[in-house]
Every structure is written in C-alpha cells, then in structure tokens.
C-alpha cells in the first residue's frame, strides 16, 4: 500500500512568491489533514478535508493560506504571497475514518527568503 | 498553558537503561491519546494508542490517567535506535478527529 505522498519534498521561495503544495494521501482515506510546523514549536493544525468538503479550517493562519481538495483525492496547499513567519514543515496526513490513527508523509519543508 | 505539555529533554541515556516520558493535557473532554515518534528530518510515525487500562508493546509501555490528565510512555531496555523525538498527542472529543501535537521529548541513548 503506498503511504501518504508530498511534493515537493524541499521548496525555497522569496518573500511574496507563491507556492503550492501537494499531497496524495492513501487511497480510499476520506479524511486528509494538513499541519505545520515552524521552527522551535510543536506541530499545529491547519485543516481538515473530509471527501472533498473543508470539515474544519480553524488552524489556517490567515488568508494567504488557500486549500483545495477537488474530486476529494489529492489535495493543494497554496501560499500567496508567502512571508517569512511560512517558512516550516508543512505535513499532511490522511485516515480512513476521523477517529482513526493519522498516516503523515514525509512533509514538505519551505523556505521563505 | 499549551494544550499538550511535555518536557522536551534531551534525554541522554546508555543503551540497556529504562526511560520514562510524561506529557499532561488541558482538555478534560479528550478522547484519545498516542504516543508517536518522529526521527530527525522525517515524518511522525504512530508508535502506540494509550489506552485508559494502560497497554504495552514489547519494550515499551504507555499509561494514562484520566484523573489527572496526564499520560506516559516508559520505554524498557533501551536501544540505539530508539534514539528520536516522542511525541505525547491527544484527540478531543467532538472534533474532527484533528490532533493536538506536544511539543516533543527527545532522547538519545548512547553506547
């Protein structure tokens, strides 16, 4: 069974750029998460897909932050315009059911220059 | 107060010893605790659920105490390689299933 997918693994941008990030999760998982982690802190939460519907988005940090899941299979992350305080790892995670564990990818680490 | 709190170390341990984590939560309404372990650079990995009878597997032994929201992880017989971050996570109930990440204890177990 493949895991959980991102890409890019590494991404270095310049303050303003934006970027998208993408992730596959494991087939047939409804549920897909998005969270980050910044530097010294622990990883937080941004949002929840279930199928292709947003169920909660109350981590998402501001308005330069645009998530999408269309079709309800892989989902998007796009940073626009991208400031410093972005720069972290940014995981996604997927479950077969919202009380299930989590299966995270290997996360996209972004720099914001 | 953070909502998972742990002490984040670093542990330094000799291969063989026994080494305990403790992590404390602020929602009473939790539903459900994990403890999982992320290497350096790499992805958070489940290492066990934590179960209110405790559970163990293998060298390693979770426990969790409703009563005062606290949670542990002893780990037996240490190796090298489980030199990495434990993570303490916790589950609310009625949400979307999201978790709430500790901010990680790291241990490193030396020869």
């Known amino acids: 069974e493949a895991g959980v997918t991102q890409f890019p693994s590494h991404s270095v941008i310049e303050k303003g750029q934006t970027v998208t990030l993408r992730c596959d999760p494991i087939?047939?998982?409804?549920?897909l998460y998005w969270y980050r982690r910044v530097m010294g802190k622990e990883i937080k939460f941004l949002l929840h897909?279930?199928?292709?519907?947003?169920?909660?988005e109350s981590g998402m940090p501001n308005n330069r932050f645009l998530a999408e899941r269309t079709g309800g299979t892989y989902s998007t992350l796009k940073v626009q315009p991208a400031e410093l305080e972005d720069s972290g790892v940014y995981f996604c995670?997927?479950?077969?059911?919202?009380?299930?564990?989590?299966?995270f990818g290997n996360g996209t680490r972004l720099t914001v220059t | 107060r953070k909502e998972v709190e742990q002490d984040p170390g670093p542990f330094n341990v000799p291969e063989g010893a026994t080494v305990a984590f403790n992590c404390t939560y602020s929602?009473?309404?939790?539903?459900?605790f994990f403890w999982y372990r992320q290497d350096c650079r790499k992805e958070p990995k489940l290492l066990m659920s934590?179960?209110?009878s405790g559970n163990e597997d293998g060298r390693f032994t979770a426990q969790l105490n409703r009563a005062s929201q606290y949670i542990s992880l002893l780990i037996r017989d240490s190796k090298l390689s489980d030199s990495a971050t434990y993570l303490c996570?916790?589950?609310?109930?009625?949400?979307?299933?999201?978790?709430?990440f500790g901010q990680g204890t790291t241990l490193q177990v030396k020869p």
């Open positions: 995670a997927s479950s077969q059911l919202n009380n299930s564990p989590l299966h």
């Open positions: 087939s047939g998982h409804d549920n």
């Open positions: 929602n009473s309404a939790s539903q459900s």
């Open positions: 897909f279930v199928k292709e519907s947003k169920q909660d």
């Open positions: 996570v916790v589950r609310w109930s009625g949400n979307t299933g999201k978790l709430i």
């Open positions: 934590v179960y209110s």
